[in-house]
């Protein structure tokens, strides 16, 4: 279930006033005293930024400003998880620019943001990525499609890692998310179109092999996150539900087989740090559901209505993002153009906070 603190429209209206101002400079963002931030990504064909805002110790957003990513965004929704992510230690953020077909690095640092580098990804619009220690793999939906691979370097700087490109299971297959397994050993493709879960074995060098193809377990895998004990969980879009894997090296075994939120279109995934609990957005419902994660990776369902988060009617809540600690969970709601902001209990369950306004148009969702 969820629980309401002092969340009201009056707030979420002053939020969107001071980002709008706040967008009107450029270059770093001070950040001077804040627990934490939150970046999402405008998307703007005419020009991506990041939009940041600090976060307080009680969880609660304040917009400061936006940093230009040097690229031009789609104009339209990516259909992914994972346009935006943050390096393990923090330091670097990286961004997609679908538009122009390039990655974006910023630099983290005490006093705010700064763009460190734009460059190729090595395909055409890029969706998703994903960092492990000094290597990032990019997923190209556009063209035939592949994953692609860089290596990091001290600077931030991105270098295109030769012989790391590899094709995705066919053309057009609509894919969603790419991501490293936590010992990154293994990068894992969904395809929406195809109903096909793609893995990738990852050698000392670097280099992606395959790939390797399997079915999911429900129709339209989507996004996903990786949990405890090599357990991999996946939402399912026209399944409305969630399916858990077992992996070992690039195979794939079913533990729990598409169990449903009851509510429809499960699309983005994140995991709490303890690998307890899971939460999928219910992009047609204007919900969010919890489940409980055992150790051998079976998901049970935490509110029989599958309801533990509600963003609200006409919301489409898409990405989202958990605090270092797990201790609050963000949501983007690309139908209202806000984010919605939870404390997250010791029993799963999910206390609304108020949020903050969004311009239209704004995917991917980072935090820390």
């Not at 963003?311 to 949501?331: C, E």
Request: net charge negative.
């Amino acid at each position: 279930m969820y629980r309401v603190k002092n969340g009201n429209f009056i707030q979420i209206m002053l939020a969107l006033a001071l980002l709008l101002s706040a967008l009107v400079g450029g270059g770093t963002v001070e950040a001077a005293g804040s627990a934490g931030a939150v970046y999402v990504l405008t998307n703007a064909a005419t020009g991506n930024s990041v939009i940041v805002f600090d976060r307080a110790a009680d969880g609660t957003l304040e917009a400061v400003g936006s940093v230009p990513t040097g690229g031009l965004g789609s104009g339209s929704g990516l259909g992914s998880q994972g346009a935006l992510v943050l390096s393990e230690d923090n330091q670097w953020l990286f961004a997609v620019n679908a538009g122009s077909h390039e990655i974006s690095i910023v630099a983290v640092e005490p006093g705010g943001l700064a763009l460190v580098d734009t460059v190729a990804s090595g395909g055409e619009r890029p969706i998703s990525l994903t960092v492990h220690k000094n290597l990032l793999y990019v997923l190209n939906a556009g063209g035939a499609g592949n994953v692609t691979g860089f290596t990091v370097g001290a600077h931030g700087e991105l270098s295109p890692l030769a012989g790391s490109t590899r094709p995705l299971s066919g053309s057009g297959v609509g894919p969603a998310q790419v991501s490293f397994s936590p010992d990154g050993s293994v990068l894992v493709v969904t395809e929406k179109g195809t109903n096909l879960i793609d893995t990738y074995t990852i050698g000392a060098d670097g280099l992606a092999s395959g790939p390797t193809t399997h079915a999911s377990a429900g129709n339209t895998p989507f996004g996903f996150a990786f949990g405890k004990h090599d357990q991999l969980i996946v939402s399912e879009a026209s399944s409305g539900a969630l399916s858990s894997y077992h992996v070992a090296g690039g195979d794939l075994q079913v533990v729990s087989a598409s169990a449903g939120t009851n509510q429809t279109a499960a699309c983005w995934v994140v995991i709490t740090q303890n690998g307890k609990y899971a939460y999928t957005t219910n992009a047609g419902s204007g919900s969010i559901s919890g489940y409980r994660v055992d150790q051998d990776g079976t998901l049970n369902l935490l509110d029989a209505d599958g309801r533990t988060g509600v963003t609200g009617d006409g919301s489409s809540p898409i990405d989202m993002a958990l605090s270092n600690n797990s201790q609050y969970l963000y949501v983007l709601n690309s139908g209202l153009h806000t984010i919605s902001a939870f404390q997250v209990e010791a029993d799963g369950s999910l206390t609304l906070l108020p949020g903050t306004g969004l311009p239209a148009g704004v995917v991917g969702l980072a935090a820390h």
